[in-house]
């Protein structure tokens, strides 16, 4: 019994000299000796039952506080990893075209809705592949073909 009260008394300490935070009441509670709870009335107990209370609620408004904190911190380093290890596999493949212009347009356009492509740098990776798997011949209308499906897809 004497080990629960003084745990108490320290807890009281505590939250005398902190107060209390937020989503709280911002109250100070008040502290009284070992002597003054044992000769203390039932009053008093109610007192001591709800300082004790209100400090559990305290400390459960924390953990919930502290809590959220946590997992928006581990959402935001889950959606940084997305980000990062965005990977699109593209398969080369030879084809003999009768309009080449609209071949490419369809193709660009279809790899950019499929994979979601819509950060500057993905689009880069996306024109430097086209550029670098096609015959240098091409290398104009691909250019070309890519602003006029971009323009298209991105234009506000």
Same mark, same amino acid.
Do not use: W
């Given at each position: 019994?004497?080990? %629960?009260?003084?745990? #108490?008394?320290?807890?009281?300490?505590?939250?005398?000299?902190? &107060?209390?935070?937020?989503?709280?009441?911002?109250? /100070?509670?008040?502290?009284? %000796?070992?002597?003054?709870?044992?000769?203390?009335?039932?009053?008093?107990?109610?007192?001591?039952?709800?300082?004790?209370?209100?400090?559990?609620?305290?400390?459960?408004?924390?953990?919930?506080? /502290?809590?959220?904190? =946590?997992?928006?911190?581990?959402?935001?380093?889950?959606?940084?990893?997305? =980000?990062?290890?965005? *990977?699109?596999?593209?398969?080369?493949?030879?084809?003999?075209?009768?309009?080449?212009?609209?071949?490419?347009? =369809?193709? !660009?356009?279809?790899?950019?809705?499929?994979?979601?492509?819509? =950060?500057?740098?993905?689009?880069?990776?996306?024109? #430097?592949?086209?550029?670098?798997?096609?015959?240098?011949? *091409?290398? &104009?209308? !691909?250019?070309?073909?890519?602003?006029?499906?971009?323009?298209?897809?991105?234009?506000?």
């Amino acid at each position: 019994m004497y080990r %629960s009260r003084e745990g #108490n008394i320290k807890k009281q300490k505590k939250l005398q000299t902190k &107060g209390c935070r937020a989503l709280c009441c911002s109250c /100070r509670l008040s502290l009284s %000796s070992s002597e003054e709870v044992e000769s203390s009335n039932n009053s008093d107990r109610f007192q001591s039952i709800s300082s004790i209370a209100h400090a559990m609620v305290q400390e459960r408004l924390d953990q919930m506080i /502290r809590d959220r904190q =946590e997992a928006r911190n581990e959402e935001r380093v889950r959606r940084k990893r997305r =980000e990062e290890t965005k *990977f699109v596999v593209m398969v080369a493949m030879e084809k003999s075209s009768y309009d080449p212009r609209e071949d490419f347009r =369809e193709s !660009i356009k279809q790899m950019i809705t499929t994979n979601r492509i819509h =950060e500057a740098k993905d689009l880069r990776r996306l024109l #430097n592949y086209y550029v670098k798997m096609n015959s240098a011949e *091409f290398e &104009g209308v !691909i250019l070309e073909v890519f602003h006029e499906v971009c323009t298209h897809l991105f234009s506000y």
